[in-house]
C-alpha cells in the first residue's frame, strides 16, 4: 500500500473517531502516525531527524529579509511581484504562466527584502502534485510568506493553502509551543503541566511517544497545547513563520464587502492591476518581519545614514551586529558606543550582549 493511501485511511479514521477524553490516546496515536508519514513521504530517505526536504528552487539569497508569495494560479502574484519590485515576471490571463521562481528586490527604509515569485500550487502540494513540494520548500525559506488570494473567492482557497502548508510542516502566525522535551535513560514518562485540566493528560502524551518509540522522556507544558503542539516538539522539523493574506482584485467587489475584509486579522486588501494599497502592504510587510536597522559610525566621523546594517528583532545585540559586518570582528572586539533609545546615556558604553533597538548608532572600538 502506497504512503498516500495509508495517510488517506489515518485521516478517515481520525474523521470517525469521537473527540472525547476516552479516545484523547487513539487520536494521539494516529496523528503521530500521520506526522510519521507525512514526513517519510516528503523525504523518503529521512531517519527520525531531519526536518522535510524536497529540492526547492535555486534561488540565492540576497537582501536583508525574504518574502514568498504563495497562492493558486491565476490569483496575480506575477503581476504584484512586477508592481512592486519592476521585476518582469510573465503574466497572462491562462494559469500556470509562472513555471519556476522568478525573484524581485524592494528597497524599503534601507532594508533590501527579496521577493519571490512562486508558481501557483494545486491542492494536493504537500503530497508532490504539480511541482507543489518544491514551492512550500522555497517557501519554508522564507521570513514572511503573502498567501495571495482572489477576494470572489477568498475564504475556501484560504483554508486550502493553510492545509498544503501545514501538512509540509510550515505554522503560519504562531510561536513556537513553550514546551519542554528532553529523552532520558531510565524513569518513564513524566509528564508536567503548569496548566490545571489541561486537554491533554498522561495516557494521550504516552500513546504519542510510544508511536515514536520513546520510552523515557521527561515532558513539560508551560500552557495549554493539544496533541498537534506535542507532535510538533517531537517531530522538531516545523517552521513559524508570520503570514499575510493579500486579498487581490478588489476592484471587482463592493465597498460594504471590502470593509468586511478590511476587519479580519493579518489581512491587506489589494489591487496590483491599478496599483491599489501596494503601500500599505509594504507597510504591514515590515511590520511583520519585524526587523532591526542598525547604522555604523566610524569613529571621528558622521554616522552613515544612507546603508544601515539590517537585523532580526530576536538577534540583534551587538555580537549579532560585528557578526554581520565581519566574522573576524567580534575576536577583536573591546566595546562598543551606542546612540539610541537602547541605552539611558548619549553615548553609552555597552558590552557583546547588548540588545540594540531600532535606528540606533553603534561605534565598534576595538582591542589594540
Same mark, same amino acid.
Given at each position: 500500500?502506497?504512503?498516500?493511501?495509508?495517510?488517506?485511511?489515518? $485521516?478517515?479514521?481520525?474523521?470517525?473517531?469521537?473527540?472525547?477524553?476516552?479516545?484523547?490516546?487513539?487520536?494521539?496515536?494516529?496523528?503521530?502516525?500521520?506526522?510519521?508519514?507525512?514526513?517519510?513521504?516528503?523525504?523518503?530517505?529521512?531517519?527520525?531527524?531531519?526536518?522535510?526536504?524536497?529540492?526547492? *528552487?535555486?534561488?540565492?539569497?540576497?537582501?536583508?529579509?525574504?518574502?514568498? *508569495? &504563495?497562492?493558486?494560479?491565476?490569483? #496575480?502574484?506575477?503581476?504584484?511581484?512586477?508592481?512592486?519590485?519592476?521585476?518582469?515576471?510573465?503574466?497572462?490571463?491562462?494559469?500556470?504562466?509562472?513555471?519556476?521562481?522568478?525573484?524581485?528586490?524592494?528597497?524599503?527604509?534601507?532594508?533590501?527584502?527579496?521577493?519571490?515569485?512562486?508558481? #501557483? @500550487? @494545486?491542492?494536493?502540494?504537500?503530497? #508532490?502534485?504539480?511541482?507543489?513540494?518544491?514551492?512550500?520548500?522555497?517557501?519554508?525559506?522564507?521570513? %514572511?510568506?503573502?498567501? &495571495?488570494?482572489?477576494?470572489?473567492?477568498?475564504?475556501?482557497?484560504?483554508r486550502l493553502i493553510e492545509h498544503e502548508l501545514e501538512g509540509f510542516g510550515i505554522r503560519l502566525n504562531k510561536k513556537p509551543p513553550n514546551i519542554t522535551?528532553?529523552?532520558?535513560?531510565?524513569?518513564? @514518562?513524566?509528564?508536567?503541566?503548569?496548566?490545571? /485540566?489541561?486537554?491533554?493528560?498522561?495516557?494521550?502524551?504516552?500513546?504519542?511517544?510510544? $508511536?515514536?518509540?520513546?520510552?523515557?522522556?521527561?515532558?513539560?507544558? /508551560?500552557?495549554?497545547?493539544? @496533541?498537534?503542539?506535542?507532535?510538533?516538539?517531537?517531530?522538531?522539523?516545523?517552521?513559524?513563520?508570520p503570514a499575510i493574506y493579500v486579498i487581490n482584485k478588489i476592484d471587482q467587489i463592493t465597498i460594504e464587502e471590502l470593509e468586511i475584509m478590511d476587519k479580519?486579522?493579518?489581512?491587506?486588501?489589494?489591487?496590483?492591476?491599478?496599483?491599489? /494599497?501596494?503601500?500599505?502592504?509594504?507597510?504591514?510587510?515590515?511590520?511583520?518581519?519585524? %526587523?532591526?536597522?542598525?547604522?555604523?559610525?566610524?569613529?571621528?566621523?558622521?554616522?552613515?545614514? /544612507?546603508?544601515?546594517?539590517?537585523?532580526?528583532?530576536?538577534?540583534?545585540?551587538? $555580537?549579532?551586529?560585528?557578526?554581520?559586518?565581519?566574522?573576524? %570582528? &567580534?575576536?577583536?572586539?573591546?566595546?562598543?558606543?551606542?546612540?539610541?533609545?537602547?541605552?539611558?546615556?548619549?553615548?553609552?558604553?555597552? #558590552?557583546?550582549?547588548?540588545?540594540?533597538?531600532?535606528?540606533?548608532?553603534?561605534?565598534?572600538?576595538?582591542?589594540?
Open positions: 500500500m502506497s504512503i498516500i493511501q495509508r495517510i488517506k485511511e489515518i $485521516e478517515d479514521e481520525m474523521a470517525r473517531t469521537q473527540k472525547n477524553k476516552a479516545t484523547m490516546g487513539h487520536l494521539g496515536m494516529l496523528k503521530a502516525k500521520l506526522a510519521k508519514l507525512r514526513r517519510d513521504l516528503l523525504e523518503p530517505n529521512s531517519g527520525a531527524k531531519g526536518g522535510p526536504g524536497g529540492e526547492g *528552487f535555486d534561488v540565492t539569497k540576497v537582501g536583508d529579509a525574504r518574502v514568498g *508569495f &504563495v497562492g493558486f494560479p491565476s490569483v #496575480g502574484k506575477s503581476t504584484l511581484l512586477t508592481k512592486l519590485t519592476g521585476t518582469y515576471s510573465e503574466a497572462a490571463s491562462y494559469e500556470f504562466t509562472t513555471l519556476t521562481c522568478i525573484p524581485g528586490i524592494v528597497r524599503y527604509r534601507g532594508a533590501k527584502i527579496q521577493m519571490l515569485d512562486l508558481p #501557483g @500550487i @494545486i491542492e494536493g502540494a504537500k503530497d #508532490g502534485k504539480g511541482r507543489g513540494r518544491q514551492v512550500i520548500s522555497t517557501a519554508r525559506t522564507c521570513n %514572511l510568506i503573502l498567501i &495571495v488570494l482572489d477576494c470572489l473567492k477568498p475564504l475556501t482557497h484560504k522535551f528532553r529523552k532520558k535513560d531510565r524513569g518513564g @514518562i513524566n509528564f508536567t503541566c503548569a496548566v490545571q /485540566n489541561s486537554k491533554l493528560d498522561l495516557d494521550a502524551v504516552r500513546a504519542v511517544c510510544s $508511536e515514536y518509540r520513546i520510552h523515557n522522556a521527561d515532558i513539560h507544558m /508551560n500552557d495549554d497545547y493539544d @496533541i498537534d503542539d506535542l507532535v510538533d516538539v517531537i517531530e522538531g522539523s516545523r517552521v513559524y513563520i479580519l486579522l493579518h489581512y491587506c486588501p489589494i489591487c496590483a492591476f491599478h496599483e491599489w /494599497n501596494l503601500d500599505g502592504l509594504i507597510e504591514m510587510a515590515w511590520e511583520y518581519l519585524d %526587523l532591526v536597522r542598525v547604522y555604523t559610525k566610524p569613529k571621528g566621523k558622521l554616522p552613515d545614514f /544612507n546603508e544601515p546594517v539590517v537585523l532580526h528583532r530576536h538577534h540583534c545585540t551587538v $555580537e549579532d551586529f560585528c557578526n554581520r559586518i565581519h566574522k573576524t %570582528l &567580534v575576536k577583536q572586539f573591546k566595546y562598543a558606543l551606542v546612540w539610541g533609545s537602547s541605552v539611558k546615556h548619549r553615548p553609552q558604553r555597552v #558590552g557583546r550582549d547588548h540588545v540594540l533597538h531600532d535606528e540606533d548608532i553603534v561605534q565598534i572600538v576595538k582591542r589594540i
